[in-house]
């Protein structure tokens, strides 16, 4: 291979690696922000696994379903996985599925962060989500673990952050009752924040 191959090869890469630079740096700038937790991590916390579930897959059934929705609506819609970019939101809503040791332990939970409509945009969350999930909530629904959740220093939002923890993955009797719903579960996100939209 002749000198003057080789540095094309070689400024080739180097512009390849270039573009990706900045496309891995950029900020996003939407209406809502939806975040499948874990999705992408080879390591690390890369969510609950349990009698062949994966709490990842699970996040972007409803990620995926979240987004369609609101696209049909006309709202501009961004879905990411863990690596979260910078971002600028009117909403950010974070997708997971609870896991546990001591199975059957948790079940629905919501964490925000500290924008000013956060703490009663979660309480409307938990009102929805409560007519329609049947189990059992965190006693403490605003968690102190969920209250640092990593993504709240990624994204700005002017309504808030939220951390939704639909369900267990580690209960049998949640995730039967779960699984045939997770686009129900899906339409009842994309409805609540049509509605906080509206707001």
């Given at each position: 291979?002749?000198?003057?191959?080789?540095?094309?090869?070689?400024?080739?890469?180097?512009?390849?690696?270039?573009?990706l630079?900045?496309?891995?740096?950029?900020?996003?700038?939407?209406?809502?922000?939806?975040?499948?937790?874990?999705?992408?991590?080879?390591?690390?916390?890369?969510?609950?696994?349990?009698?062949?579930l994966?709490?990842?897959?699970?996040?972007?059934?409803?990620?995926?379903?979240?987004?369609?929705?609101?696209?049909?609506?006309?709202?501009?819609?961004?879905?990411?996985?863990?690596?979260?970019?910078?971002?600028?939101?009117?909403?950010?809503?974070?997708?997971?599925?609870?896991?546990?040791?001591?199975?059957?332990?948790?079940?629905?939970?919501?964490?925000?962060?500290?924008?000013?409509?956060?703490?009663?945009?979660?309480?409307?969350?938990?009102?929805?989500?409560?007519?329609?999930?049947?189990?059992?909530?965190?006693?403490?629904?605003?968690?102190?673990?969920?209250?640092h959740?990593?993504?709240?220093?990624?994204?700005?939002?002017?309504?808030?952050?939220?951390?939704?923890?639909?369900?267990?993955?580690?209960?049998?009797?949640?995730?039967?009752?779960?699984?045939?719903?997770?686009?129900?579960?899906?339409?009842?996100?994309?409805?609540?924040?049509?509605k906080?939209?509206?707001?």
């Amino acid at each position: 291979m002749s000198v003057r191959a080789v540095m094309g090869v070689l400024i080739g890469g180097l512009f390849f690696l270039l573009v990706l630079a900045i496309y891995n740096h950029r900020v996003i700038n939407t209406t809502v922000l939806i975040q499948e937790g874990h999705v992408g991590r080879t390591k690390g916390n890369i969510g609950s696994i349990h009698n062949g579930l994966v709490e990842s897959e699970w996040n972007t059934i409803v990620g995926k379903e979240v987004e369609r929705l609101l696209e049909a609506k006309g709202v501009d819609v961004e879905r990411v996985g863990a690596n979260i970019p910078i971002s600028n939101a009117v909403i950010a809503i974070a997708i997971h599925f609870d896991g546990s040791e001591k199975h059957c332990a948790t079940g629905a939970s919501i964490g925000r962060n500290s924008a000013p409509q956060a703490k009663a945009m979660a309480k409307r969350w938990r009102n929805q989500y409560g007519s329609f999930f049947p189990f059992k909530w965190h006693s403490d629904n605003f968690t102190r673990n969920l209250s640092h959740y990593y993504g709240f220093s990624q994204v700005q939002t002017t309504k808030g952050f939220l951390v939704l923890e639909l369900g267990e993955l580690t209960c049998k009797k949640q995730t039967d009752w779960l699984q045939p719903r997770l686009k129900q579960v899906a339409g009842k996100i994309a409805h609540f924040i049509i509605k906080e939209l509206e707001r």
